[in-house]
């Protein structure tokens, strides 16, 4: 995995994000994949179940804001810094993405650390 596999991954889940399309969401994930929504909450798992959650907490296009950079990549990991404002919420999110991807360039793991940033007025 490299720094372009990272990129192109996070770009396809940005369009899935927008489109909460449920072939788009499942083709970011491997059939066993574990999607991580928050420290201390059990995982989505399974292709089917991460669509499941996703749909389930879906957020509407045009409700949010994205930005990105990659941090890092080593070995199969990519570890992606995000930045996510919701103009309806008092505060924007400061994350950390692990993404673990495989040789088809499919998501096994992902991992989102989450902090909540109050605004400034």
Same mark, same amino acid.
């Given at each position: 995995?490299?720094? /372009? ?7 396809? %889940?940005?369009?899935?994000?927008? @489109?909460?399309? $449920? /072939? &788009? ?13 928050? $420290? +201390? ?6 292709? &089917? ?10 957020? &509407? $296009?045009?409700?949010? @804001? #994205? ?9 199969? #990991?990519?570890? !992606? ?5 919701? $103009?309806?919420?008092? +505060?924007? %999110? ?5 993404? /673990?991807?495989?040789? &088809?360039?499919?998501? @096994?793991?992902? !991992? ?10």
């Amino acid at each position: 995995m490299d720094r /372009a596999d990272v990129e192109a991954w996070v770009d396809r %889940y940005v369009r899935a994000w927008e @489109s909460n399309d $449920p /072939a &788009e969401i499942g083709d970011l994930f491997t059939e066993d994949a574990r999607y991580f929504t928050a $420290p +201390h909450r059990e995982p989505w798992t399974g292709r &089917e179940g991460i669509i499941e959650g996703w749909l389930g907490r879906k957020d &509407e $296009p045009g409700s949010w @804001s #994205f930005r990105w950079e990659i941090r890092a990549v080593c070995e199969d #990991f990519g570890f !992606v810094r995000c930045w996510i404002s919701y $103009p309806q919420e008092e +505060h924007d %999110y400061s994350s950390l993405w692990e993404i /673990a991807l495989d040789d &088809e360039g499919r998501c @096994s793991e992902f !991992v989102e650390w989450f902090m909540e940033i109050k605004r400034k007025t």
